[in-house]
């Protein structure tokens, strides 16, 4: 009787499992048809989206590939560009951009991206979001990720200057018939989300405070005597009232950048200007009357450089930290075409020749190179990129200044 009864027990136990396995059978084809049949309405509905450049940007995010340092080229080797006019570094990639066309490679040395584009005088800006190639003097920009041009828009009057923040948020700034300056902010979905005028003053700078909720305009006025003046104004996306604004007479600004707890570096005609988040100037580093030949911000340095010789190419070299404090001040020979701050290094470049100076010894070693390299730039912490107009070479920081295999002395 007992073995009956364990007998019927099993029985229903089969059933009811065979019963929750049928459901779930008949489940999977119901679900495997409605998708079916979304694919296919979305398809319908959204062809026009739908293109071989969205998808290879949907494939980006699904592929797995690293660019290894132990795999990478020694050179990268550009196409049959014409005129190559900037150069810069986008999600660990080489970004070259000519007059005729935009590229990107990877650090094996492959081509990732080639966009014919017509840009008589490009500037370049990266983030980690996009990049963003703008002509000086022209009307038309552009915005790219690693696949394709996202996207472009095209102004009546010419674009005066441009910034670009972290999470993809970017500003443009031109005029009109009726303003001397319009700045136009957009969010990373291209949407306009902010616009600032002035019928008398014109934007030199830009730059986002990190987060992009807020941004800094250095701007150019003049008085009724003809004398001009620098207005700071600190704006913020989701508000029309300032956050701040102050002035700085006699003086133009040509750049403006944050730094980390929210103060100001403001580099000008006459001197370089330090403000804390209080906007209350803490340091101001005066050029001694001579004017700088090159100058620039990374990080929390900022540099220029000086030749205050009427003949010759004997350079100063100042390297401030972003509390006005100099951390190095040097002489250096030779005519400097392109400098560089990169971790704790200024990186000076001559025609036949790259010098690293290192900022808490301040020893300087110079490397020989071949001639005609348009600029240096950083890839990551321990490798630089000689950029030529035929190709890139990739060096290691240390084997190259510091490896016995290196050049001797320039």
Known sequence: ?????????????????FKIAKRFRILSFVLLGVMIVFIIVMFSVN?????????????RYIDTRQAEKSAT????????????????????????????????????GEEILDINQSNAAPQLLTSDEYMLIYNIGGTTFQLYNSLSKEYEESYDYPIGCAALGDTGTFLVTTR??????????????????????????????AAFREGDREFVLATLGTQEDGDCYAEIILCE?????????????????????????????????????????????????????????????????TFFTQNKNIVGSNYTVTVMEDDGSIVYTGDVQGEITRALLHENAVYLLFDRSV????????????????????????????????????????????????????????
């Open 176 to 205: 009109s018939m009726e303003y001397r300056s319009v700045v136009q902010v957009y969010d990373r979905e291209f949407a306009q989300i902010y616009r600032w005028y002035s019928p008398d003053k014109h934007v030199m700078d």
């Open 355 to 410: 010098m690293r100076i290192g900022l808490e010894t301040g020893a300087q070693i110079a490397r020989e190179i071949a001639p005609n390299c348009i600029t240096v730039e950083a890839l990551d912490a321990t490798t630089l990129m000689l950029c030529y107009a035929e190709g890139t070479n990739i060096i290691d920081i240390d084997s190259f200044f510091f490896g016995e295999s290196t050049e001797p002395d320039a």
């Open 1 to 17: 009787m007992t073995d009956e009864k364990n007998t019927a027990a099993a029985e229903m136990g089969s059933a009811y499992y």
């Open 237 to 301: 996306t989701d508000r029309e009232e300032k956050r701040g604004q102050f002035r700085i007479e006699d003086e133009i600004i040509y750049r403006a950048r944050y730094t980390d707890d929210g103060g100001l570096i403001l580099i000008g005609g006459k001197a370089v200007y330090f403000y804390n988040a209080d906007l209350e100037r803490i340091a101001e580093v005066s050029y001694g009357g001579y004017t700088p030949v090159m100058l620039g911000t990374e990080g929390k340095l």
């Open 47 to 59: 062809r026009d989206e739908i293109t071989v450049e969205n998808l290879r940007y949907f494939l």
């Open 73 to 108: 080229t020694d050179t990268i080797v550009y196409g049959d560009t014409e005129s190559i006019v900037r150069f810069g570094v986008y999600r660990n990639g080489l970004v070259v951009v000519g007059n005729d066309r935009v590229q990107i490679f990877d650090l094996t």
